[in-house]
């Protein structure tokens, strides 16, 4: 079975501008989550989504969204960039929901903001 | 408000020797606990997975114990070897797939 995939591998953007972010699960997975790993803070949950349905959400402002597809894969978008966007953001999938629910995580997407 | 911390932050060991990482969450009320690794700019490699119910989980040389009402678990790694070095990261889960992250115990093995 294939892994989870993210793309692209790296983005540079500049303050102000948008980006999308793109995850596909493994498949037969049904659950994507998002995540947001900076020196400073760690990593944190930015969003779930099941079944195109957004089920629980992090800390996180507006700016930061996503979406989920009929075929589980995951975008996630971020609007008007600010310096501190700069992160690696992670994507991961799951089957389900059981207690034994295991997730598996892509490579990341290396965002810098300049 | 659910906090996971990870003791220590940072170990260095000689090759072969024997090690535990640390893991505490301040809410016992889980769903189940994971242990990932993770190499410099990379994704999180799963390890294992324990249960709420389970009090250890082992693959190869990894052993991982959970204690709920303590609020613990260990990683145990026999015989450290140089391609152990990576930051190793535990992750609570309390509902639905919402996952909290120590900050992770970066372990370097010298040969």
């Known amino acids: 079975k294939a892994g989870v995939t993210q793309t692209p591998r790296y983005l540079i953007k500049t303050r102000g501008q948008q980006v999308t972010l793109s995850c596909s699960p493994i498949s037969g997975h049904r659950s994507v989550s998002w995540y947001q790993q900076t020196p400073g803070q760690g990593l944190q949950f930015l969003f779930e989504y099941f079944s195109e349905t957004q089920r629980n959400k992090g800390n996180f402002p507006g700016r930061f969204s996503g979406r989920q597809f009929s075929n589980s894969r995951s975008e996630m978008n971020v609007s008007t960039l600010e310096l501190g966007d700069s992160a690696l953001y992670l994507c991961?999938?799951?089957?389900?929901?059981?207690?034994?629910?295991?997730?598996?995580f892509g490579p990341g997407t290396r965002l810098t903001v300049l | 408000k659910q906090e996971v911390t990870q003791i220590p932050a940072a170990l260095s060991v000689p090759e072969g020797e024997n090690l535990v990482l640390n893991c505490s969450f301040t809410d016992s009320a889980i769903y189940n606990l994971q242990w990932f690794r993770q190499d410099p700019g990379k994704g999180l490699t799963s390890l294992l997975l324990i249960q709420s119910s389970q009090r250890e989980q082992t693959s190869g040389r990894l052993n991982a114990s959970l204690d709920k009402s303590s609020g613990r678990s260990t990683l145990y790694i026999a015989a450290s070897q140089p391609g152990d070095s990576a930051t190793y990261l535990c992750a609570v889960r309390y509902n639905f797939n919402k996952f909290y992250f120590g900050s992770g115990t970066k372990l370097n093995v010298k040969p």
């Open positions: 991961a999938s799951s089957a389900g929901t059981g207690v034994d629910n295991e997730q598996f």
